[in-house]
């Protein structure tokens, strides 16, 4: 009774992602199962919305601009991130409690509050329909999860290991790349894939402040969901399922060998 | 013996904290400042815009200046020397083709003015400014019957307030009557979609607790090479972008989707159930996207209650039931509430799934900030509207910090 409803849930967790797998396949414009699919003929199936997708300069561009968008809002969440939880982690950080609700309210304020502030305030330095203006406002929001798991990662560090490496005349920056960064590199990476993950999969506030020229993959299904539904979205849609499940393994990876770390040094 | 330190090593050793403690600060400072740049300085851009609207106050400088102290006397007009200005700055905002703006932003106080103005504008546009003097404003007050209306120039000298409470008062479905009373309006809107996003979002908690229980307990109780394989399946949808997660939806529940084929199939309903475009399209989906922050706390916390309570329990003669409820499940609270109150605060702002599968009748406050936003450009309305959602955040994030701590919040 007990397995049977968590193996329910399990399903309904799973099943509707699932099903955009097939659907990607169909050989008609439709959203649905065809006859044809069903009867498992091969004529119902086809990789022409796959193909839509390579052809289409718009889709081309949509993932062009994720990726550099993500890039770099990712490069400045995770620098300037990591910075600020090596402070945050330590008991003697000043007014602590508090900093650290400022840096992680981006994730808690409601994406539509962020986005039309952001609008307003953008619009006055000409970041609105910029690169640069996006690419601050994921930076923005992806600094909380940065924030999080470096957090995670400085639990329990030894930090008799950063005097030790000053006292035997080590420079403060050889010391955080030689000591520090390796004990906490696996906090790092994941978060930048948070960080990543966020910019990456965030479409409200590239409604308001992106230009045509800035259209992001999410951005680019959600006019699609809205204006034409058509099955190059399911293509699209199957192909960031693999995405985030290569994601997930890695995450897995870096979990496994983090914990490993963390056991060493104790 | 206690060690006895000279007053210069305490000294020495106050200096060197505060040192260390500024250090700590300059790694954190960087960040600080990028946050408040380009994250806090534009929400309170927002709370400004709600109450600072110099849009009407620009368009017509001269006539607001004119009509001051005339504003406190009811029922009467303005003096004509004011229905003279202000026949001239329409006349030159018209020539600017800005006056449909002033007409815009004048119809949201006073409904109706809108076309009185625009035709009035078309009529001054082509009179001579001397005419309009000579006039003493008699052209203006013939130019249609509605301008002998004193609530109409009250209204556009309430347009023309730079500092104003109207928004919020509009947002919170109020109104200042001509005596300058706060009194309800007759139709309400705002407050009705607050109580409706409350409504769903209290909802789709309840949904999400209900059905993250039994998992997550399933899950704390199995083997850990199960149950590392089956975390699989909550975190696979967790990391899957929420626009394929919505996409998945619009294909299940669409007119012919699979849910109704299978249904169909299966000899359940003869004609298509209309699920998509509904408050139930909007339900399901986001409960469906907001699980896994339900059952991950929870998983962590069922995972790390010793079995040997319940067992206890059981040997000293309670009945399952009772001993379930009263031993097991009140050590699941720290989850449950850290998880309710992540849902609950993501749930009640959304805006993405609403606005796809949520039809007319499936949407939220969020929604109607961006309707405000993008369609009816009545940016400060949206302000006041989205201020009014901040609050209630925020008070939620302080409860979460009490209560979980925000310290605690662990991801993955």
Do not use: C
Request: proline share 5%; no cysteine.
């Amino acid at each position: 009774m007990l397995s049977a409803s968590a193996y329910l849930v399990l399903a309904f967790l799973i099943l509707p992602i699932l099903v955009v797998i097939p659907l990607s396949f169909n050989a008609e414009p439709f959203f649905s199962f065809t006859p044809g699919m069903l009867a498992l003929e091969p004529d119902a199936y086809s990789l022409k919305w796959y193909q839509e997708i390579i052809e289409d300069d718009k889709w081309l561009l949509a993932i062009k601009n994720s990726f550099i968008i993500g890039f770099f809002a990712t490069l400045i969440a995770t620098t300037l991130g990591t910075l600020a939880a090596i402070g945050l982690s330590n008991p003697n950080m000043p007014a602590q409690r508090w900093i650290m609700a400022v840096l992680l309210s981006p994730m808690i304020v409601p994406l539509i509050i962020t986005a039309a502030g952001m609008f307003f305030f953008y619009t006055q330095f000409n970041l609105a329909g910029s690169y640069l203006g996006v690419i601050i406002a994921h930076a923005a929001l992806g600094t909380p999860f940065v924030i999080i798991t470096v957090n995670a990662a400085l639990a329990g560090f030894d930090y008799s290991l950063v005097h030790a490496s000053l006292g035997l005349g080590a420079k403060p920056g050889y010391t955080f790349f030689k000591v520090i960064m390796p004990l906490i590199r696996p906090g790092v990476i994941s978060g930048a894939l948070f960080a990543f993950v966020t910019s990456f999969d965030e479409v409200v506030v590239v409604l308001f402040l992106a230009g045509p020229e800035q259209r992001t993959i999410p951005r680019q299904m959600f006019s699609g969901l809205r204006e034409q539904i058509n099955p190059t979205i399911l293509a699209v849609a199957t192909l960031l399922v693999i995405v985030s499940a290569l994601l997930l393994l890695t995450l897995e990876y870096l979990r496994a060998r983090s914990e490993r770390i963390r056991l060493g040094t104790q | 013996m206690p060690a006895h330190l000279s007053i210069k090593e305490i000294a020495d050793s106050q200096a060197q904290l505060r040192r260390k403690k500024l250090v700590l600060f300059a790694f954190t400072l960087p960040l600080l400042l990028f946050v408040m740049l380009a994250f806090v300085a534009p929400i309170a851009t927002m709370l400004y815009r709600s109450v600072y609207h110099p849009t009407v106050a620009q368009l017509i400088p001269q006539t607001l200046k004119q009509m001051q102290g005339w504003e406190t006397q009811p029922d009467t007009l303005p003096d004509s020397d004011s229905l003279v200005t202000f026949a001239l700055e329409l006349k030159s905002l018209a020539g600017e083709r800005r006056s449909g703006k002033l007409a815009e932003e004048i119809n949201r106080v006073f409904p109706g003015a809108s076309s009185l103005i625009k035709s009035t504008a078309r009529k001054l546009k082509h009179l001579d400014e001397q005419e309009i003097i000579a006039s003493q404003g008699t052209i203006l007050l013939d130019s249609h019957k509605k301008w002998h209306n004193p609530a109409l120039w009250h209204a556009i000298a309430s347009a023309g307030e730079v500092w104003t409470s109207r928004y919020y008062l509009t947002a919170l479905d109020l109104q200042l009557s001509p005596e300058g009373a706060i009194e309800s309006r007759d139709t309400r809107i705002y407050l009705k979609l607050y109580w409706k996003s409350l409504r769903i979002a209290l909802l789709i908690t309840l949904l999400t607790a209900v059905l993250a229980f039994p998992l997550s307990y399933f899950l704390a109780n199995a083997s850990s090479a199960k149950a590392n394989t089956l975390l699989v399946f909550v975190l696979l949808p967790f990391w899957t972008s929420l626009l394929v997660r919505t996409t998945s939806w619009i294909a299940l529940l669409q007119t012919n989707g699979v849910v109704n084929s299978t249904l169909k199939v299966l000899g359940i309903i003869d004609q298509p159930l209309e699920l998509l475009y509904t408050e139930f399209a909007t339900v399901i989906s986001m409960t469906h996207i907001l699980l896994p922050f339900m059952v991950l706390p929870l998983y962590s916390v069922m995972k790390n209650i010793d079995p040997s309570y319940f067992r206890a329990a059981l040997s000293l003669g309670a009945k399952p039931l009772p001993a379930f409820a009263k031993i097991y499940f009140p050590m699941t609270l720290p989850g449950l509430s850290a998880g309710a109150l992540l849902v609950f605060i993501i749930s009640i702002g959304y805006y993405i799934t609403p606005a796809l599968v949520g039809g007319t009748d499936g949407q939220m406050i969020s929604n109607i900030i961006a309707f405000h936003m993008q369609s009816s450009n009545n940016w400060e309305l949206a302000a006041a509207l989205g201020s009014l959602l901040l609050v209630l955040i925020l008070a939620l994030y302080w409860l979460y910090d009490r209560m979980v701590g925000v310290n605690n919040i662990k991801l993955g």
